[in-house]
């Protein structure tokens, strides 16, 4: 990232990436001798939700959804995704509630689905989320396994 002079996100006069990791990655990198903890600077620093502790200058934040492909390494082990990023790597749009749906379908209105006219829905939809990679210069994908 620092070769592709990827924006580094700034902290109390310090400057960061950020990592997304999965649970089973965890275990590995507070396993590292300079793993600094989030409870060791979280009262000076504001800090990110989900946000575990930083190495090498890496702010790491665990998500349960971060992706793992089953069985995708040597001897089918399993093999974890991590994302790294820099600064504006991806933007995010909120088009607020400008795409906003109600639906209502009455009783009846099912046709054959509802021969006793007894069904009546009521839903909603929203269309008004957007997230893109603007940069993919500024985002690595690191595919690695773990021991957990």
């Known amino acids: 990232l620092k070769r592709n002079k990827a924006p580094q996100f700034m902290r109390a006069g310090k400057g960061y990436y950020v990592a997304i990791v999965g649970p089973d990655s965890v275990f590995d990198l507070q396993a590292d001798t ?19 502790g930083r190495l090498f200058g890496v702010i790491v934040v665990e998500t349960p959804t971060a992706h793992v492909f089953a069985g995708a390494g040597s001897g089918n082990a399993d093999v974890a995704s991590t994302l790294v990023f820099g ?5 995010v749009v909120d088009l607020g509630n400008a795409n906003v749906r109600a639906i209502i379908k009455n009783r009846g209105s099912a046709g054959t689905a509802d021969p006793l006219d007894q069904v009546s829905t009521v839903g909603w939809k929203v269309d008004g989320f957007a997230a893109k990679i603007l940069q993919n210069a500024w985002l690595v994908r690191i595919e690695h396994g773990f021991s957990a």
């Open 34 to 52: 300079l793993w600094q903890d989030v409870s060791k600077y979280q009262e000076s620093e504001a800090i990110f939700s989900g946000e575990i």
């Open 87 to 91: 600064k504006d790597a991806y933007g």
